[in-house]
């Protein structure tokens, strides 16, 4: 089992820290891996997300829940700054990790990805075998411990090492697409991040292979924070911890509706837009 280990390495001139703080917008009390305020996200001229605050409690599943186009997966990319690769995005307001700001002038973003994976709405595995499917990120992260112990210890974690441990040679294109999704796990587990964020993971997968997604992301709550996009309300019912409701204006832009503890949120929400959605009323 990989240890989530903390460490002192700086992403600019500040190092990570954890800072306890009072819940944001209805969410979790105590310990946050993120607390984000302020949160508007524009692509060009157009505002896409406006004015989200949220605290992300830390070693559990939060999911993101929404109408297409109401900004949740644009925010899932704003927690580790994948927004950045887009040309005409920009991105106002305060993401903090560790008491650092990740958009502060000094920060790195390569090593923000590095602590924060991510792993996308269909499995992109690399044109590499198994083994440098789960090897390739670690090495160019500068990993100089035991590789063979590494990649067996991720494809453990990612519940993908006895269906595979005698073909690591043979290309990750020669797994099923449940497989090739858990690979992707792996690979972002490799780099030992503390947060991994999930932008629909399932979609493309059928049920028996989201059941086994849905178990492994159950179990790796409890050594990692879980960040999940996703339209189907089951999946967030089943396995997330807490909920976050977004919804889109008039004039497009994506904002927080409702934020709490799921159970709460899909028995007693506070908000009609809430109910209305969680039952199928509109979206």
């Known amino acids: 089992m990989i240890a989530n280990s903390v ?14 703080g009072e819940a944001l917008h209805g969410g979790p009390a105590g310990d946050h891996a993120l607390r984000v305020e302020g949160l508007n996200v524009f692509y060009g001229k157009f505002q896409a997300v406006r004015d989200v605050d949220l605290a992300i409690a830390a070693r559990k599943i939060t999911a993101l829940i929404g109408p297409s186009g109401c900004g949740k997966s644009t925010v899932l990319r704003c927690f580790n700054r ?25 920060v790195d973003a390569v090593e923000v990805r590095r602590r924060i994976g991510m792993v996308f709405q269909k499995p992109n595995p690399f ?3 198994i083994y440098e499917n789960v090897a390739w990120g670690a090495r160019i992260n500068g990993f100089r411990g035991n590789m063979d112990d590494l990649v067996e210890q991720s494809l453990r974690s990612a519940a993908l090492w ?5 073909k690591l040679s043979q290309s990750g294109y020669s797994l099923s697409g449940g497989q090739q999704q858990r690979l992707c796990i792996a690979r972002a587990i490799a780099t030992q991040p503390e947060i991994i964020l999930m932008d629909e993971p399932c979609s493309a997968l059928d049920p028996i292979a989201t059941l086994k997604i849905e178990d492994l992301m159950r179990e790796l709550s409890q050594r ?20 976050a409701f977004f919804n889109m204006g008039e004039d497009r832009a994506g904002y927080l509706v409702e934020y709490g503890v799921t159970n709460e949120i899909f028995t007693n929400p506070k908000d009609r837009l809430t109910e209305d959605y969680i039952t199928g009323r509109f979206g």
């Open 7 to 20: 460490d002192h390495r700086t992403i600019g001139t500040g190092t990570f820290r954890r800072t306890p």
């Open 82 to 106: 994948m927004n950045d690769l887009i040309p005409t995005a920009r991105v106002d307001g305060t993401v903090e990790f560790r008491g650092k700001n990740l958009y502060a002038p000094d």
């Open 127 to 129: 044109p590499k075998s």
């Open 162 to 166: 006895d269906d595979v441990r005698d």
């Open 224 to 243: 990692y924070t879980i960040v999940i996009v996703t339209h189907n309300m089951q999946q967030a019912a089943r396995v997330s911890d807490y909920t």
